[in-house]
């Protein structure tokens, strides 16, 4: 981990926020339990047991491994429907082959991103190559589901494969820190993934004992979760760690910082941060299902069991 870097961010782009700028405060710390989904692969369930207030507009996130297969044990999920938000698959180490019902679908690896907008529905499958379940092998990526506002939950389902190549790299003012921008903007700097709801997503990689501050958008929330390494987060140094999500209070900017001694398994401090517009609507989330109420949730059921939200492709 990352697949996608530089050998020297000072040749990057910087970024940092205005002198002055009033910094987050941390609201909460929480750790992620441990699960498992699909056919058994393992995951970190980021949000649980965190206020939705504090995630609108995003609705969960998985950290799927990170795991050392042995052959024979990679898994995936089986096909599954889903309707009223949009999934985004980040895969940080291995291979994951994306297929759904619209047409959408191909192969993400190292660094690469699927972007599903699953709109008025459809059905998806998520596997791991032949070759990855023969010979086994490192596996570690993120899924996050992002709600979609009233007027967009049954807009036509839509596929974007954001390749790693395409993600905008941008570094701190100390070149101390290697920003990721997947999707939204930061400081003027646009990433490629195109949203229906307005958010920003970044991996970020911190150097021992760097310091990172971004400018955060007053009017979006602000998240960050560890994915390797330990650190702290806000302008008071609360530290988390890896499996730990921090929820920020409100200002115009996010601070992490790494701590001078990372574990031997990990060279950097490894983040996630995440921002977003709240919808501040009614939500009803139910298994595969994300609406506004519980007749809508209902509807979607009916539709998915009459074979509506499509057919499952032929191999």
């Known amino acids: 981990m990352p697949a996608v870097t530089v050998e ?74 889903h309707r009223g938000f949009e999934t985004v698959t980040y895969i940080i180490d291995g291979t994951f082959i994306h297929r759904d019902s619209h047409g959408g679908g191909g192969v993400i690896t190292d660094g690469d991103t699927q972007w599903m907008t699953a709109g008025s529905g459809l059905l998806h499958i998520e596997t791991p190559p032949e070759e990855l379940v023969t010979s086994g092998g490192l596996f570690h990526g993120l899924q996050l589901w992002v709600n979609l506002p009233r007027e967009d939950k049954m807009i036509a389902p839509k596929y974007q494969d954001i390749r790693g190549g395409s993600v905008r790299l941008l570094a701190s003012e100390d070149g101390g820190s290697l920003v990721r921008l997947i999707a939204g903007d930061v400081a003027g700097h646009e990433g490629p993934g195109a949203t229906h709801t307005p958010i920003t997503m970044i991996h970020a990689s911190v150097s021992p004992g760097a310091e990172l501050t971004l400018p955060w958008r007053t009017d979006f929330n602000a998240l960050a979760y560890g ?8 302008a008071e140094g609360r530290p988390f760690a890896m499996g730990q999500t921090v929820v920020f209070g409100q200002g115009d900017s996010v601070t992490i910082r790494a701590d001078r001694k990372q574990e031997s398994r990990t060279e950097n401090f490894e983040v996630v941060l995440l921002g977003g517009l709240p919808i501040r609507e009614p939500m009803q989330h139910y298994g595969p299902f994300v609406m506004n109420t519980h007749a809508e949730l209902a509807q979607a059921f009916d539709d998915y069991q009459a074979g509506r939200l499509g057919v499952i492709p032929a191999a």
């Open 227 to 234: 994915l390797a390494g330990h650190g702290s987060a806000g």
């Open 8 to 81: 020297n961010p000072l040749t990057l782009p910087r970024v940092s926020a205005p002198a002055g700028a009033p910094q987050r405060p941390v609201l909460y710390v929480g750790t992620a339990p441990a699960g498992f989904e699909g056919e058994g692969f393992p995951v970190r369930r980021a949000f649980a047991g965190i206020n939705y207030k504090y995630l609108d507009p995003f609705i969960m996130m998985d950290q799927m491994g990170e795991v050392d297969y042995a052959a024979g044990e990679p898994k995936g999920t089986p096909w599954h429907p």
